[in-house]
């Protein structure tokens, strides 16, 4: 009862977070900008990726019964890979939007037009889906001998080890093809703040340093939090004492991190605070 509580109050902190940032982006004209219409796109994302595994997880807790279907293993093993390699990609975005708007000010609104914003949403859910699609196939496609999965969510790891064939290639795979998406949008972000760091130190005045760091404040945190968690999961073998560990990070990934992206993003930026009360004051003076 203890922990179905506690999940519950993260997931509607994620759930009532994470839509009021998508609806004060949508509603204020002033968020109409590219750093925020990707923070849509994120905490829109972080929405669906909280509900993919947390409300099975709650279930779980109170009732007996915890199956879950085959079909429905392999849907929830899809949607949650689909939506954290996207999730990678769009912070990869976001880290290029600092990088023109700290480093190239006067040509930001060219680099970044609205079509350019466009495009790298569109890639970033594209890619995750067609690299989710990848890992989905060939674990559907294993023979399975063992029915009972050591996590609370289908991840790729614990569905390995139920199988009763060799999956050294399986585990080989994603070694590889999920070291390379999470190692190639973390070497893009840590290039884009490798610049944006030489510029600020071009910059003398000690209030333009800090406000110039400011903006990239609440990215910075979000990354950590979210490729700190990826390479502890899926950067080493899978081990019995691994994927304990696991479900421990997996908790943090999928109840804590998308519960404290919103706080992160509207306690550290003026903008969302202010759209935030805006909207709020708009709504109280409606009833009244």
């Known amino acids: 009862i203890v922990l179905f509580v506690t999940f519950l109050m993260f997931y509607l902190l994620s759930i009532t977070g994470n839509l009021s940032i998508v609806v004060v982006v949508l509603a204020d004209h002033g968020l109409h ?12 994302l972080d929405f669906f990726y ?22 429905g293993c392999i849907v929830q093993l899809h949607i949650f890979h689909f939506l954290g390699s996207t999730e990678a990609m769009l912070l990869a975005s976001m880290s290029y939007d600092r990088y023109i708007a700290i480093c190239n000010p006067l040509r930001y609104h060219d680099l970044m037009a609205k079509a350019v914003c466009l495009q790298l949403a569109f890639t970033s859910w594209l890619a995750g889906f067609l690299y989710s699609l990848f890992h989905t196939i060939l674990t559907s496609r294993l023979p399975f ?27 080989s795979l994603v070694n590889i093809v999920t070291g390379s998406v999470a190692l190639g949008t973390f070497v893009l972000i840590i290039i884009s703040y490798t610049f944006i760091a030489t510029h600020l130190q071009n910059i003398h005045s000690k209030k333009g340093r800090s406000k110039a760091f400011s903006t990239c404040s609440s990215h910075l945190t979000v990354v950590l939090l979210y490729f700190g968690t990826a390479f502890c999961t899926y950067l080493r073998p899978a081990t019995k004492n691994s994927l304990e560990q696991d479900k421990m990070i997996a908790v943090l990934v999928t109840v804590i991190t998308p519960a404290l992206n919103p706080i992160i993003y509207s306690l550290r930026n003026k903008d969302v605070k202010r759209a935030l009360r805006k909207l709020f004051l708009e709504r109280l ?3 009244t």
């Open 33 to 44: 900008t590219p750093m925020y219409f990707l923070l849509g796109n994120l905490s829109f």
């Open 50 to 71: 909280a509900t993919t595994t947390v409300p099975k997880l709650l279930s779980g807790l109170l009732v007996d019964d915890k199956r879950i279907s085959f079909q």
């Open 145 to 171: 001998c063992m029915k009972k999965i050591s996590h609370f969510y289908c991840d790729i790891k614990p569905l390995l080890k139920l199988a009763c064939a060799d999956t050294h290639i399986n585990e």
């Open 285 to 287: 003076m409606k009833k």
